[in-house]
């Protein structure tokens, strides 16, 4: 699915695209509160700012999402779903998380100015 083609020839990823991801979450400053949860969900981030922004039509963001979803059982024993559940708030249909959910998904901490 992520393969290059004519249409989708910036489908290039490498070394690069990985040490962006480790570089993100590297950034964040030590905590005593961060547990496996967040750490999920600042991978899940990057991993979507470096590589999902790229993603151009809808059945490669279906893709990666499940990719994701399954990386995160594999790797980290936690459930995506679970994980991301407040990524459903206001939604009817409990389901599974969907690459739209995924759009809401935000990274920050504004309890402290650092500035």
């Not at 400053?29 to 999920?40: I, K, M, Q, R």
């Not at 399954?70 to 790797?75: D, G, P, W």
Request: one cysteine or more; proline letters at 3%.
């Amino acid at each position: 699915v992520l393969l290059p083609t004519p249409k989708k020839s910036h489908y290039t990823f490498n070394l690069r695209d990985f040490s962006r991801v480790i570089q993100g979450i590297m950034l964040i400053p030590a905590s005593d509160d961060f547990n496996t949860t967040g750490l999920v969900k600042l991978w899940v981030h990057e991993s979507l700012r470096v590589i999902g922004d790229r993603l151009i039509d809808d059945e490669g963001r279906a893709w990666f999402c499940e990719f994701q979803r399954k990386m995160v059982a594999k790797h980290f024993s936690a459930n995506f779903d679970k994980v991301f559940v407040s990524l459903k708030r206001g939604r009817d249909n409990g389901g599974a998380i969907t690459p739209q959910d995924m759009r809401n998904l935000f990274f920050g901490d504004y309890r402290y100015t650092y500035s």
